[in-house]
């Protein structure tokens, strides 16, 4: 249908009249109360929305480069930082603590000085950013202006198969652990190495593995269900008490990457409560650049350049070179793959809001850790673009705040309000758990008396094959574990 010719003239006068600056045209603006531009409705959203990321590798920015979060950062080296922050709108940010496999014997040294160094940002800016620890924290420093930083340990080798040091990093403040990074560590599988022959695995998650993610239950620090092997993903699901995140993971449907979760997955989530992050990286986001960037010869040639360099530059101290060293030499070879358009992106977003449902997506960016970002998605200046794509595609603004952070903030409270339950539960319930009977081997209590316990409390686990391995191991008397099998079979 065509428009009649008369409305075609006025639409044209208006639009010449907007274009026109006012000041100019006095008498216009004098016949017409001034015209202001509508204001965008997608930008009117993105304004009003409480914005969570739940992944972003600055902190060894922080420490290694000795980068100020005050700075002014190019994009080619850096997504994020205070004023793209603000332009972004972004309102809370979960700072990666990931500790590279290569710190093997120093991975608590390393993990504490990432967490360091988050602190320091915090104490140089007071007036701009806050550190946060709870879903409360986030919304008060909301509140206030601020931006609020967050912290999550990504790959569970950093606790050091040691409980005290899983509790240790709660006390400082991380509020979330990924199970694995891309290696398989001594009791949960990663998806980075799962077809490694090479890899001892656990067929997912071993007796302690799973305890771990009882005790961050207990804790009340979430479990990160990213780089895990399938097993370990379904494992970690069937055991926890709480809603998990996938803090930054995107559609295997769209993009096969085995680190990408398949719909099966996405709705073992819906079930879970959980929320899963979507991860920006071109190569989980779109099928032709992943195809591209995952060529053999190419990725030979990248490693032996990283390899070059290290051995050039190697630490007179013998401490590992690290990613933020080679970054650049990975973010040049990653210009020869074309971007992805910013629709990849979306597209996932969409598919997991359609599989797992709109209350089980969010954003979950891998900033300063991925070498390749969709066209338009330069930094975190960037987010406004993300509404904009997700409001043209219909969303509405409820669906909208969900996806921006509404999600998340949702299953923090879940996670916080759980161990609170788990907590009062454990006050009530006299009997020993195997982590007390650790922890009581660990402060030394002697055999008599650590039967005495035993008989006179009671105990609420199985003693399995590997528990008794890590007990005797611990040089614990047989004479324990035969009172801790009679207190069972009561
Ligand atoms: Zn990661």
Redo the contacts with the bound molecule.
Sequence with gaps: MKPKRSLVYFLLLSSLALAQHPSTHKKAAKAAPVTRPKADPALTIHQSALIVDT?ADTPQRFLDENFDLGQNTPVAEGHIDLDKIRQGNLGAEFF?I?VEPEFKGHYSQRAMDLIDSVYQQAARHPDKMTMAFSANDIAQAHDQHKFAALMGI?GGHAIENDMRLLRDFYRVGVRYM?LT?SNTNEWADSSGDIQDPNVKHHNGMTDFGKDVVREMNRLGMIVDI??VSDATFYQALLVGQAPVIAS?SSSRELTNQPRNMTDDMLRAMTNNGGVVMVNFYSAFIDENYRKASSDPEKIKQRDAEVDAYKKAHAHPDGSPVTYDETAAIEKKWATQFPRPPLKSLIDHIDHVAKVAGIDHVGLGS?FD?VTSLPEGIDSVADLPKITQALYQRGYTREQILKILGGNFMRVMREVEATAKRLQSERKESDALSFEDIELMVGNRVNSAQLTDRIKQHGINFELTPERQTRLKSEKVDDSVLEAIVKARKK
């Design positions: 992944h990666s990931w990504e990924t990074w990213s780089h930054h891998d850790g």
